[in-house]
């Protein structure tokens, strides 16, 4: 992949702040829909992606349509990448939801968290995007204070309480929800706005009615969830759309790797919804931890700010 096309409306500082603010939401959104699936009971990640991608295109093709804009573009390239950013993110938030069967809201999301660092990565890579020392090492703080305030029990200990086997595969599932996550960033980032957020959503939702209803037929689990069930899933599916469309905005107007280390914030959010609704206390460690992400997203976007602030000073003086 070569450098995303430059879009005037990420260049000043403004547009930075609101991309900021929609990565910020949509890690909200995403701590939220985790805790709602938590009560469900006998509904799975195929039903929860049923409901999420059935959904989102009801509610994304009047906007597609309102805005007359084209599912499918005109070249190849652009509708095998909008149909891989589909691929990726159904991918994502399936393999997510699952493992939240399996270890606590808390775990998951710590292990899901490692998509920061691999974002800043691969964008660096892919997208040729500037990484600087700073940005570096904040990415590896933010994934450290991520570490301390999940305190995953494959690294802290604490194994008593639940299966070794259920434990590994609650942590593959998460990671391969990271590497998922980490591909749709990099493709919507290198996509740019000039694809408005309703066309990759509504290729996410196309392609999550097909995967589901496939996966659940595949495993004869092809059924109507219960009314509690049925509301709960629901309810977890439109805030998740909600999310999605925050973080596809966030990415268009700031770069990938800033916008990764702010949704990073949703662990916070994740420890705050558990101690309130599931009885997590939390420790010294995970308080600490909570410190040391707000603290590295609070100077990352005052580095980002200072920075569009030279820049714009500098296209003045031109």
């Not at 994304?60 to 573009?73: A, D, G, V």
């Not at 998951?108 to 940005?135: D, G, N, P, Q």
């Not at 999940?150 to 309480?161: E, K, V």
């Amino acid at each position: 992949m070569s450098s995303p096309s430059k879009e005037k409306d990420g260049a000043g500082k403004c547009s930075r702040i609101v991309g900021f603010m929609f990565a910020l939401l949509a890690a909200i959104g995403w701590a939220l829909g985790g805790l709602l699936f938590k009560y469900v009971k006998d509904a799975g990640a195929d039903d929860l992606q049923f409901a999420r991608s059935l959904l989102q295109f009801i509610v994304t093709l009047p906007i597609l349509t309102y805005r007359k804009e084209k599912l499918f573009q005109d070249d190849l390239k652009t509708n095998l990448l909008l149909i891989l950013r589909g691929l990726t993110g159904v991918g994502g938030n399936w393999f997510y939801f699952s493992s939240i069967k399996f270890i606590p809201l808390s775990d998951a999301i710590s292990v899901m968290s490692s998509y920061i660092t691999l974002v800043c990565l691969f964008a660096c890579i892919c997208l040729k995007e500037r990484c600087t020392v700073i940005e570096a090492l904040l990415s590896i703080v933010t994934f450290v204070g991520l570490i301390l305030v999940a305190r995953p029990s494959f690294l802290f200990g604490n194994l008593a309480s639940e299966s070794a086997g259920d434990l590994m595969i609650g942590i593959l599932l998460a990671f391969a929800s990271a590497i998922c996550t980490t591909a749709s960033f990099v493709i919507v980032r290198y996509l740019g706005s000039e694809i408005h957020y309703s066309i990759t959503m509504l290729h996410y939702s196309w392609v999550g009615v097909i995967y589901s209803l496939a996966s659940a037929a595949s495993k004869g689990s092809l059924r109507i969830p219960c009314m509690e069930d049925l509301l709960l899933v629901s309810l977890a599916a439109v805030i998740g759309i909600l999310g999605h469309m925050f973080g596809t905005v966030a990415l268009q107007k700031e770069k990938a790797g800033p916008v990764a280390v702010v949704q990073s914030t949703q662990i916070i959010f994740a420890l705050i919804l558990q101690l309130m609704f599931l009885g997590y206390s939390p420790t010294l460690t995970s308080l600490f931890g909570s410190l040391v992400i707000f603290v590295s997203s609070v100077v990352l976007t005052l580095i980002r700010i200072r920075d569009s602030g030279r820049q714009e000073q500098n296209v003045d003086t031109k």
